[in-house]
């Protein structure tokens, strides 16, 4: 098996890491009682609670609203479209 390390992305290795250290966590913790992360459930679940919301509030507040200028040109595209379309 050939390992293409060069061509590995970004996300690829965030999540080969963030995998490394949880495994790493949970075995310092059924182990050794010891745990590598400082968090506790509530605090993670704050945080996942938190990240969730500002993601989904940007992706809201950005997806098909048109608050660029090029986003209002296409919808009086869309508009004039749709007219020819109903003629």
């Given at each position: 098996?050939?390992?293409?390390?060069?061509?590995?992305?970004?996300?690829?290795?965030?999540?080969?890491?963030?995998?490394?250290?949880?495994?790493?966590?949970?075995?310092?913790?059924?182990?050794?009682?010891?745990?590598?992360?400082?968090?506790?459930?509530?605090?993670?679940?704050?945080?996942?609670?938190?990240?969730?919301?500002?993601?989904?509030?940007?992706?809201?507040?950005w997806k098909n609203n048109s608050i660029t200028e090029s986003?209002?040109?296409?919808?009086?595209?869309?508009?004039?479209?749709?007219?020819?379309?109903?003629?």
């Amino acid at each position: 098996m050939d390992f293409n390390f060069k061509g590995v992305n970004k996300a690829t290795w965030v999540r080969i890491i963030g995998l490394f250290l949880v495994l790493m966590n949970q075995i310092s913790i059924s182990i050794f009682k010891f745990e590598l992360l400082p968090f506790g459930d509530e605090e993670i679940n704050e945080g996942v609670s938190t990240i969730l919301t500002v993601v989904i509030a940007i992706v809201a507040g950005w997806k098909n609203n048109s608050i660029t200028e090029s986003g209002q040109k296409a919808d009086k595209v869309l508009k004039e479209e749709k007219r020819k379309v109903v003629k």
